[in-house]
């Protein structure tokens, strides 16, 4: 569909890569060499058809994603159109005029040495020629300690924010239908390019370490002094706070780690929730609600925030947690919590009369716009990974 779509255009241009019946979801459609200037005109055009067959188009300067989101047909519902002007051809750059002059058996056996190069088959020899360097294997070697440190204070720090990493978070009262929503929402990511995780805030954050059991005599004095005469109010607050700084460390740990991979993270519920909850509930400690609102400021804001809404009545029916009118404080608590901590991409999405699958199309929608450019680094983590496996 797509290489008769291109054929009818009057651009030169020069399909080397085209795929009709792809195994789920591996490799890309279309590899398509274009005249330069034509490229913007292509992708706008791309966009507009896109449009009017109900497709979801993301684009960058070279590259354009279709996705067709539906739980409905083929397992594929998505396209890459990977827009080159020029390929590197030994010492010169060979734009598609130059490629279109060559015969058509020499340039049949060039777009086969191009894509032997790519998948790691061709001989190396070709590949210099070519300019091609195929992915390695990953190396399994451990860091070295100043790799660490420096990952550990530049990077993981929690409080420190160096990149911009595609995680996404669901939010909301216990009822209104978060981790049916989360489901669904990585049902129709599986059909789609990327590598996905998820976790839950508090099953990650507050997850239970087996204590080490200290015996008083292989302590030190100092220690064995501290937990004797330490008040026990001065633990409490220390056990408060050190807990909140384990909740932080360990969720950004997991976010960075997964951005490093090339992968999105989405996750039931955040720190936003977990201030507003703290607030409701008058047997927690006021240590423990400050170090939580201290957290939501200095912890990450997530890329994008999906928060479904419906009524009070409507949620208390599904689910007895909350009572109403404390339902509607949660709203008003979280809004006020977001515009306090600036989350930058915040979408409400009505429940009621909707489908969960509905809900599932209209947030991924919004999930995959936001992140766009962004995205583009996830697709490729993700053919590399196929790459190399």
Known sequence: MLSAFFDGLEVPHLILRDKAAL???SGFDIDL???EGNRKDIIALCLKIAAEHGVLALHNDKRVALFYLSYEGSYRN??????????????QNMNVHDMLDMPEGQRETLIKNVQAARKGTASKDIQQQLGITPYAKPQTQTLSYLQKIKRMILMRAFFIHMHTPSFIVISGPDGVGKTTLLRNILRLFET???????????????AKTKPVESKEENMSLGRRLRRRYTPKAIKVIYGSISGELRYAMRIN???????YRGTLTFSDRYIYDRTVKMHMLPD??????????????LMRNPTVMIVPTDSAKAIFKRKQELQP???IRYYDDLTGVMKRCSVPCMHEIGVAGKSPEELAVEATQYILHSLSPLIFRSIGMYERDLKRS
């Not at 998505?78 to 010492?91: H, N, P, R, T, V």
């Open 253 to 259: 740990k997991e976010v960075m780690t997964n951005f």
């Open 284 to 297: 927690k400690l006021w240590i423990t609600k400050i170090a939580t609102r201290i957290n939501a400021y």
């Open 33 to 35: 060499l274009i005249d």
């Open 325 to 327: 009118d404390e339902i």
């Open 23 to 25: 195994p789920k979801r």
């Open 78 to 91: 998505w396209a890459i159109l990977d827009l080159q002007s020029a390929y590197k051809f030994g010492a």
């Open 192 to 206: 789609l390019p990327f590598n996905t995780a998820n976790f839950h805030h508090t099953g990650l954050g507050k």
